[in-house]
């Protein structure tokens, strides 16, 4: 699907921008932005396929995925000053990407006859694990799993996807609807600030 | 073998509630918490599996047990303020844990014909695997790195079953005099707070 | 090949005792020491082992390897308080290794009919991810991506051996050659501290 594909690429031009960004203000040099910037942006659909063992692995394949991660992480480094103006178009593109990152990834766990609920998972980890795996090479806890809905989004759109295609809606209809809805859904826990439930400290004392 | 099966159940339902616990502690929300849960309690087996590149790995099998780990973590993260008595039997769930983990990790890679130096490391990486994972999403050195008998308690564990296989005593027997004795030198570890040996910094000066 | 052979089994010493002085300083105990340097040694080949899909694993294939690597570990965590003196063969150690690694890396992506761009890749991975395993198990940002020219020795290398190959030079030049320039390169580098640019936070004022 010509749509998606475009999507894709959109999203992870978006994600290893996002990541060079986090490499430069950890103080990584050129080489530490593109790789942060690469695995940022290929890392989710990487830990799937390997999850799955659906081989050879995206990138592997397709090795210009690579250039272009990296070319974009390489723009990013040296143009970022002029783009503070641009921090709502990121998390519009990032929001965009998570949610094609999803449906791709349940595309790939339908392709290998995986239960359903795997489908959806298989969204969720192409979603979120590029940036999960960026945050642990900046030393922090993932923000995945501590803050806004990110995952939720994912689960929602991979949820949707996969009761759209069961009650018999063609794969390309489904596939927007679900892009659009988790897109919206994201757009919308963004600007009010939704959040799922914390705990605080006082929940777990005495089992420290 | 049902025994295996039913602790096998038990620890991963340990686990999951132990990684709940550690994710309040982290502020994480409702999603990172069923996330280090499920990560804690099956991440040891996942990184064998792919290791020793055994398809499918467990949980893409059974994602019925993904819905145990996360609904276990669920759980904790609202009955947690009235476990803090329980703590005795957390650690004696998580001993428990993690010998059936080792014993069930040597199985995985006994039938897969490899060599028996990796049979026992198959037995320690499903064994260690989840909590290391756990510590780095939740930004810490490792604690099975650090400190107490626990990956020794895995690596006594598998050594001794294989050791019993070897001398011709039958698999159910082996598997449980390997989950008796691990446990109770687990339990005895705990008690007298045996260690392993660690340096100080003096021993590495001008290394640095 | 011999001589890369003979080089590998030094790398990977020379590696597990970097990682066993890594884990002392993050007060570790015996056994986090043991495996850190086994992880050091090892992680690059099993990263890129498992990206390609290239099964089995070599040291689940060479066990004895581990027993090179824990053995290596373990004797540098009793000497290394007399080691202080030896800060210059290490780094040259860990230079070649670094590029033997490299070189290793190539044949195996070589072997499997890879992409030109792959192979390249896949011979930074096994230079390089063992250092950055064993950081984070060490709770940091990785060094490689932060300073030193480290990957970009890898990648010079790679590129090297590569196109030397595809002017037609026989293989065992082709790894002599990258070997010596790689290693050649590296020793240059830290002797005068070359780096790649770094950018500071002004840079990315906004984009927080």
Redesign the interface.
Same mark, same amino acid.
């Given at each position: 699907m010509t749509l998606l594909h475009t999507i894709y690429l959109l999203a992870i031009t978006a994600e290893a921008m996002s990541g060079a960004?986090m490499?430069?203000?950890?103080?990584?040099?050129?080489?530490?932005?593109c790789?942060?910037g690469t695995v940022t942006a290929l890392g989710g659909g990487?830990v799937r396929d390997?999850?799955?063992?659906n081989?050879?692995?995206g990138w592997?394949q397709h090795?210009e995925f690579?250039?272009f991660t990296a070319g974009a992480a390489l723009v990013t480094?040296f143009v970022?000053?002029y783009?503070?103006?641009?921090?709502m178009v990121?998390l519009l593109v990032d929001g965009l990407g998570l949610v094609a990152f999803t449906v791709i990834g349940c595309d790939v766990a339908l392709g290998l006859g995986?239960?359903p609920?795997?489908v959806v998972?298989a969204g969720l980890i192409t979603g979120i694990f590029g940036g999960?795996l960026r945050d642990?090479?900046?030393? +922090?806890? %993932?923000m995945?799993? $501590? =803050?806004e809905l990110y995952?939720?989004v994912a689960l929602f759109t991979g949820l949707l996807y996969m009761t759209l295609l069961w009650l018999g809606v063609s794969s390309n209809i489904a596939s927007v609807a679900a892009l659009v809805s988790g897109f919206l859904f994201r757009v919308l826990a963004v600007a009010f600030d939704w +959040?799922? %439930?914390?705990?605080n $400290? =006082?929940?777990?004392?005495?089992?420290?």
């Open positions: 960004i490499g430069m203000r950890r103080g990584m040099d050129l080489f530490g932005i790789m942060l990487t390997i999850l799955l063992g081989y050879p692995v592997i090795p690579l250039a480094a970022a000053r783009l503070h103006h641009l921090r990121f995986a239960h609920a795997i998972l999960l642990i090479l900046c030393n +922090r806890v %993932p995945v799993l $501590r =803050r995952a939720t +959040r799922l %439930p914390t705990f $400290r =006082r929940d777990i004392r005495g089992l420290d």
